[in-house]
Structure formats: C-alpha cells, structure tokens
C-alpha cells in the first residue's frame, strides 16, 4: 500500500510513500527553491495526509485537485512560469473524473491524477488570471460537480471503504465532491473570469 490512510480518530496519518510522488517534490523543491510556499503547497497536494484522504474519499479528492488548482498552481506559476498551453488543466480534470480512468489510478498510481492536474496548475497560470482560461476552467467544474450532484448511482464504488470508514454513505461522499468542484471551485471562477477585462489582442 503506498499510503497510511487518515481516519476520524487520526486524520493526521496519510502521508504518501508514493515513491512518485516524493521524487516530484524533492524535484521541485530544487526547481522551485525560490520558493519555499510553492513548493510547501505542492507537497501537501501530492505527499501529505490530504492524498491520502484523496485516496479514500471523492470529496476528499475533490479538496485535493482543488488545493491544486487554486493556490499550488498558481504559486508554482508565480516562481517559475511555464510555456505551455492552458487548456491542459480543464481536460486533466475531466480525465481525472472519468470513472473507469479515477478506478485505474486509484488501483494502480494513485497519485497520478493529482500529479497531473498540479503540473497541469503550473501550466494554467503562467500569465496569471485570463478571462477565457478561467470561464473555461470554471465551467468544466461546474459541469463534473453538476454531474456528481445529480448522479443516481455510484461513479467511484473504490470509494465506497473510505467512506465507510468515516461515516459517510457514499453517495454523499460524491454528492459533496461535485459541492466542492461546483461552488468550491468552479463558480467562483466562473465569476471572476467573467468580471475580468479582456486583454488586448497583440
């Protein structure tokens, strides 16, 4: 197992042993050392006890891609930007929700999805907040967590353990991770990347 899962009783266990994960830290640590807050928040996304309450529960997965998207992201961005394109982001978090995709790197590289979304961030907001990137982004969210909330059956049953192990039905474990992805993330997003001024074509 590559993680010690957190519990109710000690949610402060979960650290990965991820041998992946560790060596993408250690990488940016060196990468990012100018930064020690980028590369503080890119280690409690892929190495810290909320990956492995991201193992155990969709919305504990949800907090973690979140976590990601909203301020490792950008604080990797603001250190060291990247040039890459940006419409990399919202399709790694589709992929990321694909039942059959989340199942196979839940079995078999669990920290896959957010390594990928956390590189992806980088990419992201490389230039910043933008308009259309972020009412992009926003509305990719607000679509899986509509998804998520209006659901009838489960999309994530290697979830169904975890949840149970903290108390919750699993259905409600999915129905809070399209909360967290819709209103947590993806509408606030929406909006700003609506109030912002488009930028001049050069």
């Known amino acids: 197992m590559l993680f010690d899962l957190p519990t109710p009783d000690a949610p402060w266990r979960g650290f990965s042993a991820d041998p992946a994960a560790w060596l993408l830290v250690l990488a940016m640590a060196v990468f990012l050392r100018r930064s020690p807050v980028a590369v503080l928040l890119a280690a409690v996304v892929l190495v810290s006890p909320l990956s492995g309450l991201g193992r155990m529960l969709a919305s504990g997965q949800a907090a973690q891609l979140l976590v990601a998207m909203l301020l490792a992201g950008p604080a990797m961005a603001a250190a060291r930007p990247v040039a890459v394109a940006w419409p990399l982001l919202p399709l790694a978090v589709v992929a990321a929700h694909v039942p059959r995709l989340a199942e196979l790197a839940w079995f078999h590289a669990p920290s896959l999805p957010a390594i990928i979304v956390l590189l992806a961030a980088w990419c992201f907001w ?47 474990d999915q ?3 399209g909360l967290v992805l819709a209103v947590g993330a993806g509408l606030p997003l929406l909006i700003s990347g609506a109030l912002l001024p488009r930028r001049p074509k050069t």
């Open 126 to 172: 490389r230039r910043g907040p933008a308009r259309l990137p972020m009412i992009a982004l926003g509305a990719t969210l607000v679509a899986i967590g509509a998804a998520l909330l209006s659901a009838g059956d489960i999309l994530y049953p290697h979830h169904i353990e975890g949840a149970a192990i903290w108390g919750l039905p699993v259905m409600l």
């Open 175 to 177: 129905r809070l991770a």
